[in-house]
């Protein structure tokens, strides 16, 4: 069974400040990661992909991954109240892709 | 922008009938897929599609669950004797590839009374 682990949170942080969300995975020959955002009673939207080590920096998102230590992050910077969501570790298997495991995700509060 | 969209929203059903889910992904992708989240958990993935079959599929995705692409636009999840544990936000998504990301739509939420 592929794991896929996150901090349920709630992750609070001022507004402006930096919110760190991290992602934990078990299957080693995954290759590609995803981050969604999740408001409550919505369906996920994709804010982020990543595929290599190292960052990958998008407006006021940067995605980390480390293979090696099998760890993915997110980063938002100047974190803003309409970022209140629960942010999701998307992970498709090493097999064909397709299937993706989900983290339970983490709960981020940002508070004005 | 194109998206995915979903019909209908909100579906109630008796326990032990049928319910189709409908789904149009985004018109260019070629590979499908069901989720289901039941309230307050995890997206769990049900069923994956490509090329007219069933691609990949998780142990949830029973012989009561079953998916159908009836036409060159619509996405069908079938289930055929809904349980109460029916009972969630069922979303359907679309990529273009299958190691691209996948995008998702509104969802139909199912209450099986």
């Known amino acids: 069974q592929k794991e896929v682990e996150q901090n349920s949170g709630p992750l609070s942080v001022p507004e402006g400040a930096i919110a760190s969300l991290n992602c934990t995975y078990s299957?080693?020959?995954?290759?590609?990661f995803f981050w969604y955002r999740q408001y409550s009673g919505k369906s996920p939207e994709l804010i982020m992909s990543i595929y290599s080590n190292g960052d990958k920096e998008d407006g006021r998102f940067t995605a980390q991954l480390n293979k090696a230590s099998q760890y993915v992050s997110l980063l938002i910077r100047d974190s803003q109240p309409s970022d209140s969501a629960t942010y999701l570790c998307?992970?498709?298997?090493?097999?064909?892709?397709?299937?993706?495991?989900f983290g339970t995700g983490t709960k981020l509060q940002v508070i004005p | 922008e194109p998206e995915v969209t979903q019909t209908p929203s909100h579906q109630v059903t008796q326990m032990g009938q049928e319910v189709i889910l409908r789904c149009v992904p985004i018109?260019?992708?070629?590979?499908f897929y069901w989720y289901r989240q039941i309230l307050g958990q995890k997206v769990e993935f049900l069923v994956s599609?490509?090329?007219?079959?069933?691609?990949?599929k998780s142990e949830i995705f029973d012989d009561q669950f079953s998916v159908e692409r009836p036409d060159g636009s619509n996405f069908t999840l079938k289930i055929r004797s809904t349980k109460l544990e029916d009972s969630a936000m069922y979303f359907c998504?679309?990529?273009?590839?299958?190691?691209?990301?996948?995008?998702f739509g509104p969802g139909t939420r199912l209450t099986v009374l």
């Open positions: 998504a679309s990529s273009l590839d299958s190691a691209n990301e996948q995008f």
């Open positions: 998307a992970v498709p298997s090493s097999g064909g892709y397709q299937k993706v495991t």
């Open positions: 599609f490509y090329n007219n079959e069933i691609s990949e």
């Open positions: 299957d080693r020959g995954s290759q590609s």
């Open positions: 018109s260019n992708h070629l590979y």
